[in-house]
């Protein structure tokens, strides 16, 4: 079995969890390298002399699954690499909440059994979306989470239209709307008010930002809904949409902004038994019963 395993250096200082986690896993009879999640200016961080980093094409090349090292941003960036290379992906917990993560680093014993093959794959419904301007595709991108679409820095507010499958759904005045997948529901869309959903389940969620609005609501559409979102057609306020917590895509007034259920799908490993709701209450904040 050939384990790709991807650290953030910014999170495991020294790679001592990545380290730790190969030791074992080779131990147990598994293949390993390593590959950095993201690109980073090697100068800035420390990484051991002794460790060799493959390139993306090359480390999964032949790989059965991946091991990320870092907090929630890491593992999403991870699990949507791994997708494309159809390796599924299991999640170490180096950050504050670790909603994605399988493991935290006290747990690395039970890399073992994946060796041993006792873990499943969970898959997670993905989002494809694109910006449309003048009857062009000027943006591409897939979400796992969710994408974003917020008013610019200047404290103003901008109107907004969200329709699924050409049908008005809401319009309301605010500081942006969030189009979720499940797995996004205990991100950003929990935060300004939406639902916490099974991320198994397959809906798209739909949650204004701060609206300036009575009737405004979340809502959750099914996940064959086509749903579109634009500014007002009168607006010459800014916006900003961004995916997954990327880098920001300036919209245009007249741009709109198109979502649909994803053929793509991320796979996640588990190897614990704990049920979502246990996780929902450790990680932000509830109480076990």
């Given at each position: 079995?050939?384990?790709?395993?991807?650290?953030n250096?910014?999170?495991?200082k020294?790679?001592?969890?990545?380290?730790?986690?190969?030791?074992?896993?080779?131990?147990?009879?598994?293949?390993?390298?390593?590959?950095?999640?993201?690109?980073?200016?090697?100068?800035?961080?420390?990484?051991?002399?002794?460790?060799?980093?493959?390139?993306?094409?090359?480390?999964?090349?032949?790989?059965?699954?991946?091991?990320?090292?870092?907090?929630?941003?890491?593992?999403?960036?991870?699990?949507?690499d791994?997708q494309?290379?159809?390796?599924?992906?299991?999640?170490?917990?180096?950050?504050?909440?670790?909603?994605?993560?399988?493991?935290?680093?006290?747990?690395?014993?039970?890399?073992?059994?994946?060796?041993?093959?006792?873990?499943?794959?969970e898959?997670?419904?993905?989002?494809?979306?694109?910006?449309?301007?003048?009857?062009?595709?000027?943006?591409?991108?897939?979400?796992?989470?969710?994408?974003?679409?917020?008013?610019?820095?200047?404290?103003?507010?901008?109107?907004?239209?969200?329709?699924?499958?050409?049908?008005?759904?809401?319009?309301?005045?605010?500081?942006?709307?969030?189009?979720?997948?499940?797995?996004?529901?205990?991100?950003?869309a929990?935060?300004?008010?939406?639902?916490?959903?099974?991320?198994?389940?397959?809906?798209?969620?739909?949650?204004?930002?701060?609206?300036?609005?009575l009737?405004?609501?979340?809502?959750?559409?099914?996940?064959?809904?086509?749903?579109?979102?634009?500014?007002?057609?009168?607006?010459?306020?800014?916006?900003?949409?961004?995916?997954?917590?990327?880098k920001?895509?300036?919209?245009s007034a007249?741009?709109?902004?198109?979502?649909?259920r994803?053929?793509?799908?991320?796979?996640?490993?588990?190897?614990?038994?704990?049920?979502?709701?246990?996780?929902?209450?450790?990680?932000?904040?509830?109480?076990?019963?």
């Amino acid at each position: 079995m050939k384990i790709v395993l991807s650290p953030n250096p910014y999170r495991d200082k020294g790679l001592k969890a990545a380290q730790n986690a190969q030791r074992i896993l080779c131990q147990a009879g598994a293949e390993t390298c390593m590959c950095f999640p993201f690109a980073l200016e090697r100068e800035n961080v420390e990484v051991p002399a002794h460790l060799e980093f493959l390139p993306e094409e090359e480390a999964f090349a032949g790989a059965d699954l991946m091991v990320c090292f870092g907090g929630d941003g890491t593992i999403l960036h991870a699990a949507k690499d791994a997708q494309r290379h159809g390796v599924p992906v299991l999640g170490v917990n180096l950050g504050s909440v670790g909603f994605m993560a399988e493991l935290e680093t006290a747990e690395l014993s039970q890399l073992e059994r994946l060796i041993q093959g006792k873990y499943r794959v969970e898959e997670r419904m993905m989002l494809d979306v694109s910006v449309r301007r003048e009857g062009k595709t000027v943006y591409r991108d897939q979400a796992l989470n969710d994408a974003v679409i917020t008013k610019g820095a200047v404290a103003r507010i901008i109107d907004l239209e969200v329709k699924a499958d050409g049908v008005s759904v809401a319009r309301f005045s605010g500081d942006g709307v969030i189009v979720s997948t499940p797995t996004g529901s205990t991100a950003y869309a929990m935060s300004a008010g939406g639902p916490i959903v099974e991320p198994t389940v397959e809906n798209i969620l739909v949650t204004p930002i701060c609206p300036h609005a009575l009737h405004a609501r979340s809502f959750v559409l099914d996940s064959h809904r086509s749903v579109s979102a634009r500014m007002g057609k009168l607006s010459r306020k800014t916006a900003y949409l961004s995916v997954d917590g990327g880098k920001a895509f300036r919209l245009s007034a007249s741009d709109q902004v198109e979502l649909h259920r994803s053929r793509a799908r991320a796979r996640l490993i588990r190897l614990t038994n704990r049920s979502f709701y246990t996780i929902v209450n450790q990680k932000l904040g509830g109480h076990d019963r």
